[in-house]
């Protein structure tokens, strides 16, 4: 697709189970960013990827959280042992590299019960 | 702590109404964007604005840099409801990390 994709675009869990959310990035685009957004709030940074390698990951909140992206395309951001404070739509977001227009998927709703 | 805060936080007008959305940071960005982003969706690209005291205008959107590259402003003229939506501003510091870091968000509601 010409867009960046994510998948699933919602998704329930219950408490302690282990969940991947999915990112399909724009072809071509190097930099891959993952964010967090809750309700009516501006996206949280939680990690960010230059090629295959994790540039920053400084924004995921504890060793629960963890993303890759083996080739350099399609990335994988995978929580463990979720909890209901995880729920929140998870953003990821493709560009050429830095300081250039960053586009967005849809999202992942991910709703911890 | 924000990077960035914008202000006002939620904004409910009439159509026909002008308004202002502020961002401000005490960091300076090599450049700074703004998004409009829909329920649902992911936000999408409005302008981006690269050097201190840049003015661009987007129909009726006009968006200004600041002079030390801090804070930035959102101004609408002629508010219709198709505005609505969460408008969110973004930057690259200009030291340090290497990410885009988002504003706090400003809801705002046009009303018919």
């Known amino acids: 697709g010409a867009g960046v994709s994510q998948t699933p675009s919602n998704k329930v869990t219950e408490k302690g189970k282990y969940v991947e959310l999915r990112c399909d990035p724009i072809s071509g685009h190097t930099a891959l960013y993952w964010y967090r957004q809750s309700l009516g709030q501006g996206p949280e940074f939680l990690i960010y990827f230059q090629g295959t390698g994790a540039a920053d990951d400084s924004g995921l909140p504890n060793d629960r959280f963890f993303a890759v992206r083996p080739e350099g395309s399609v990335s994988t951001l995978k929580i463990q042992r979720t909890e209901r404070g995880d729920s929140a739509v998870y953003l990821c977001?493709?560009?050429?590299?830095?300081?250039?227009?960053?586009?967005f998927g849809q999202g992942t709703r991910l709703t911890v019960v | 702590t924000q990077l960035l805060e914008q202000s006002p936080q939620f904004l409910s007008i009439q159509e026909g109404e002008n308004l202002t959305v502020y961002c401000n940071s005490s960091s300076v960005f090599s450049s700074l964007q703004w998004y409009r982003q829909e329920p649902g969706e992911g936000p999408v690209l409005l302008v981006t604005v690269v050097t201190g005291g840049e003015v661009k205008k987007l129909k009726r959107l006009t968006f200004q840099f600041g002079d030390a590259r801090k804070d930035s402003s959102l101004h609408i003229t002629a508010a219709q409801p198709g505005d609505t939506g969460l408008y969110l501003c973004a930057g690259w510091v200009q030291t340090g990390a290497n990410n885009l870091f988002f504003g706090t968000g400003t809801r705002l509601t046009v009303i018919p």
């Open positions: 977001a493709s560009s050429f590299g830095l300081y250039t227009e960053a586009f």
